[in-house]
T-cell receptor, first 110, second 111 residues
Framework: RKEVEQDPGPFNVPEGATVAFNCTYS??????FFWYRQDCRKEPKLLMS???SGNEDGRFTAQLNRASQYISLLIRDSKLSDSATYLC???????????FGTGTRLKVLA | SQTIHQWPATLVQPVGSPLSLECTVE??????LYWYRQAAGRGLQLLFY??????ISSEVPQNLSASRPQDRQFILSSKKLLLSDSGFYLC??????????FGPGTRLTVT
């Protein structure tokens, strides 16, 4: 089993739709979680950290479910500019390493 | 504010040639530094990380090496490139164990 797993997609959604991605992780001792966005041929950019209580930033909501070992990202009112690959990142407890999922590709259609 | 620089942006090198990629961070001190490689259509592979000057941890045995000669400088090197070394090389920094911030990357093609 991969340490961090994501559905590669693509998720094709119309503008204005709500879309959700899940990401599962295998190390139950993981302590920090993040979502990054990567545009084609560009570096990943931090979208949001994921806190135990969940957090929201505008149209984006992240949730953590420690019992089931997954994190989620919800995007409301999708914009064309949201088209990108979304990377799930996990930091295992006691390490300086970050484990990246292979990403979920989102295409928002006009 | 913090800034991370990488150069060059693109590089085309023949098989067997040496490699040196440089990454520098401004606006912070004692950052954790990372080198990743992303092959075409693939995920990020952690190559090396460093938590201090002269401290290098290697994640993948290969013909690459890394050095950290100064607090905010991280260098990725190879004595002889292989075709399989082609990819998008990303440097990142982190303030302790928090979010990572990436440089613009170097796109390397080995021919």
């Amino acid at each position: 089993r991969k340490e961090v797993e994501q559905d590669p997609g693509p998720f094709n959604v119309p503008e204005g739709a709500t879309v959700a991605f899940n990401c599962t992780y295998s190390n139950s001792a993981s302590q920090s979680f993040f979502w990054y966005r990567q545009d084609c041929r560009k570096e990943p950019k931090l979208l949001m950290s994921v806190y135990s209580s969940g957090n929201e930033d505008g149209r984006f909501t992240a949730q953590l479910n420690r019992a089931s070992q997954y994190i989620s990202l919800l995007i409301r009112d999708s914009k064309l500019s949201d088209s990108a690959t979304y990377l799930c990142v996990v930091n295992p407890s006691g390490t300086y390493k970050y484990i990246f999922g292979t990403g979920t590709r989102l295409k928002v259609l006009a | 504010s913090q800034t991370i620089h990488q150069w060059p942006a693109t590089l085309v090198q023949p098989v067997g040639s040496p490699l040196s990629l440089e990454c520098t961070v401004e606006g912070t001190s004692n950052p954790n530094l990372y080198w990743y490689r992303q092959a075409a259509g693939r995920g990020l592979q952690l190559l090396f990380y460093s938590v201090g000057i002269g401290q290098i941890s290697s994640e993948v045995p290969q013909n690459l090496s890394a050095s950290r000669p100064q607090d905010r400088q991280f260098i990725l090197s190879s004595k002889k490139l292989l075709l399989s070394d082609s990819g998008f090389y990303l440097c990142a920094w982190s303030p302790a164990v928090y979010e990572q911030y990436f440089g613009p990357g170097t796109r390397l093609t080995v021919t």
